[in-house]
């Protein structure tokens, strides 16, 4: 069993950073691939990036290429998501999930671990 708490979203504006923490409890979270998802208002949950269990490689939608950067640090059992850059479209509640993998193209979570969410609002 993984449980896993976000935190660090909130309104910023246009052209601005944040980062997002989740904090992990279990003993096999070393071995997970962890990442993030987000939905907006409206929209289906959509993949945000990933990070392998070492820290590499690391794996991004192409809507936050080059703006955000996903971290992990194991002896913590954190991941991180660091966003600049940020655009209105960035505006969702952002997931972390444990244990991914891809099919295709797809990311899902294999065993259904989710944190709860935390919101991001991007004003313009």
């Known amino acids: 069993q993984v449980q896993l708490v976000e935190s660090g979203g909130g309104l910023v504006q246009a052209g601005g950073s944040l980062r997002l923490a989740c904090a992990a409890s279990g003993s096999t979270f070393s071995s997970y691939v962890m990442g993030w998802f987000r939905q907006a208002p409206g929209k289906e949950r959509e993949f945000v990036a990933a990070?392998?269990?070492?820290?590499?490689?690391?794996y991004y939608a192409d809507s936050v290429k080059g703006r955000f950067t996903i971290s992990r640090d194991n002896a913590e059992k954190m991941v991180y998501l660091q966003m600049n850059n940020l655009k209105p479209e960035d505006t969702a509640v952002y997931y972390c999930a444990a244990d991914l993998s891809q099919y295709n193209t797809t990311w899902y979570a294999v065993d259904g671990y989710w944190g709860q969410g935390t919101q991001v609002t991007v004003s313009s």
């Open positions: 990070i392998n269990w070492i820290g590499t490689p690391t």
